[in-house]
Structure formats: C-alpha cells, structure tokens
C-alpha cells in the first residue's frame, strides 16, 4: 500500500500588511496610551508601553509582511482587529468560503472529484465556530459523500492531520481531504508589542489517497508527540462567559524565549529518530518543510539534524511573504517547493506549536 499526497492547494486574501504598517500603526497606539496614562505611569502603577519597528521584526522573525482577512480594522488604533461582515446561517461561513476555494485547488492537481473523496478534515488551530463542524459545511459545499470533522493540534494540526487521513486510508477510505483554514488575524493582540507582527491568515488543502502509480508524495513514516507546556496559550473560549472574563489577555500569548530554548531541540531529536528508524541519513533529505513560525528557529532546527554547513535553501522560509501561518505554514512551504524534489529523492515535513505538539512525517516523491 502507497498512501501518497497527490494534490495540494493554496488561498490567500488580497490584503497585505506591511510591517511598516503594522508598527506605525502600534506606535500610534503606545504613543496615545503613554500620554493617557502618563500620571499613573509616573507613580508606578502602570507600566510603560513600548512601540517596536519594522528592523526589529524582520530581524526576531524572518516576516516582512502577511497577508490578512481585512487591514482597515487592524491598523485602526481605536479597534485593532478585523472587520468582518455577519454572515447568517444560509450563507456559506468565511473559514468555509476559504477552505472549498483551496480545495478545489487540490482536487484539480490530483485528479479527482468529489465523489472520489470519502472524507473531510478541517485541521487548524483556530476554529470559527463550536458547531456544526465547518469541516461538514465544507464537505457540503463540495458535495463530498463520507463523513467530516474538525481537529486542532494547534500548529501542528496538518501533520497530525496527515496521521489522521493515512489511518482513515489504511481503515478503507479511498480519498481524505484534508483543509487547513487559519484566520489568525481574529485572534491576535494587535496591541503587543511581542506578538502583533506573528501571524497571517490563508488556506490551504491537500489531497491524500492509496495510489500505485500517481505522482506525488508517499508517505513513508509519520511520527507524532505531545508533551504539555503552558508556554503558548489562547484562553479564548465560551466559558470566558460564566467567569465575567474579557479582553485581550485571553488571546494568543506566549514565551518566546522559552518555546525556542524547548522545542528546537525537541523537533530535532524526532527528525532524527525518524530518520534513523528508517535508516537514512540527514544527507538524503532534499527539503525540510518546518513549521513556518520563526526563521531563526528553522534555521537552529537544520544545524541540528543537518549540520551547521548545511544550505539554507534545504529549509524553504516563506515568512518573509505570509508571516506565520499556524497549521497552513508546512503545506505553503511543501506547495512552494515541491518542485525542487525529485522522483526517488526524499522530504520531511515537520509543524510544531502549542500543547507542546509535534509531528514529523517522511515523505518521497514518486512518479
């Protein structure tokens, strides 16, 4: 049996942030609050406010821009956050809109219709609603039979998500379509100076299937793990409700410096296991497809399993473009690149994020 990814797919919004935009737009924000606050900043009782620039951000990150579902609200100092249109019950969601348009994308490079794909899984990090699933919205829209449903490993969503359309296959389903649909610009607090610059928002969709002879990626080796750390969080939830808590404090946050220090050497040392489960060396491997988080954490993650000579083009950055994009970061990168790979030769994918969650998969291209 030859599980293989033949089809992947690629959506993002019109709208581009600039990380000059972004810091005018911040530094705005701290200048008015400093001077609001200036008496009880005076006595201690609050505490300054920092503005950031645009050399700093490249510099901590690799991102120089990113693409979001609306700019006009972000960059609005009085609000700092999108603004989206309510949409009622018989229209198609936003997070589904994006997910079919990737879709279709996929299914056209793989070669197959809706009646050839048995199930639907919408993997991200952030999801627009409870329910019902968006994945089942999706799978409606596309008028795919089966079944669907709606997962989060945080960032490391779409490898967890490939483990989980390859077992579905291996189970007896014929075709898995896997959507990675990630708004993060509704989540974030555009009023921090540590994490405003991180995310984007996109789409992305890949088509996994048991195939002998169609070209793609097979999926040789999937490796997942978890360990719990409280180091990213987003406390956003229906229960902030009954416990009267608001604001932005309940969005996405974390210790930067710790996530460094603990997960580079983590996802290193699965990389590394993997491939000497599967008696390969690091030289064997033409493209490692990270987690599109940060570019000097890729770039630590490379010297460890490849070496310190080894070539920056081995580890594809599409920060600079798309900034971090939770799950959707590793498919951009593999959709990016895929050409670079040659029959025969091999790949890694890797996403890693909060829980700590991370998932390492082998693949190989076939012809």
């Not at 603990?262 to 491997?285: H, S, T, Y």
């Not at 909060?354 to 291209?365: E, F, P």
Request: proline fraction near 1%; aromatic fraction near 8%.
């Amino acid at each position: 049996m030859s599980i293989r990814i033949t089809g992947t797919g690629l959506f993002h919004p019109t709208e581009v942030i600039s990380n000059q935009e972004l810091v005018a737009s911040l530094n705005a924000y701290v200048e008015r609050y400093n001077q609001a606050h200036a008496e009880q900043i005076a006595a201690g009782e609050l505490a300054e406010l920092h503005g950031s620039s645009a050399e700093f951000i490249e510099k901590a990150s690799g991102i120089k821009s990113r693409y979001v579902v609306e700019k006009s609200g972000i960059l609005d100092i009085d609000r700092m956050y999108p603004r989206l249109a309510e949409r009622s019950n018989d229209e198609l969601s936003l997070q589904a809109e994006w997910g079919v348009i990737a879709a279709k994308q996929a299914m056209q490079q793989a070669g197959v219709t809706a009646d050839e794909i048995d199930v639907v899984i919408l993997a991200c990090s952030n999801m627009q609603r409870a329910y019902p699933a968006v994945s089942i919205e999706i799978q409606s829209a596309l008028g795919i039979k089966g079944y669907a449903y709606d997962m989060n490993v945080a960032c490391s969503s779409a490898t967890f998500g490939l483990k989980q359309a390859h077992d579905a296959i291996q189970a007896g389903a014929r075709r898995v379509l896997m959507v990675n649909v990630e708004i993060t610009s509704a989540h974030l607090n555009f009023k921090s100076r540590d994490c405003h610059f991180i995310f984007g928002d996109v789409a992305t969709a890949t088509i996994i299937e048991e195939s002998s002879d169609k070209a793609g990626f097979e999926l040789v080796d999937l490796s997942l793990q978890t360990q719990f750390s409280n180091n990213i969080r987003n406390n956003f939830g229906f229960l902030n409700r009954c416990e009267d808590a608001f604001g932005d404090a309940l969005l996405f946050n974390q210790d930067g410096r710790k996530v460094f220090k603990e997960v580079c050497p983590l996802v290193a040392q699965m990389i590394n296991q993997q491939l000497e489960k599967n008696q390969l060396l690091a030289d064997q491997v033409k493209r490692f497809w990270l987690h599109q988080a940060n570019a000097n954490m890729n770039e630590l993650i490379l010297k460890y399993v490849a070496g310190k000579q080894a070539e920056a083009e081995r580890a594809p950055i599409i920060l600079d473009e798309f900034a971090n994009t939770s799950s959707a970061g590793v498919i951009i990168a593999m959709h990016k690149t895929a050409h670079e790979v040659c029959v025969g030769e091999y790949a890694i994918l890797s996403s890693f994020g909060a829980g700590y969650s991370v998932g390492t998969v082998l693949l190989k291209k076939v012809g």
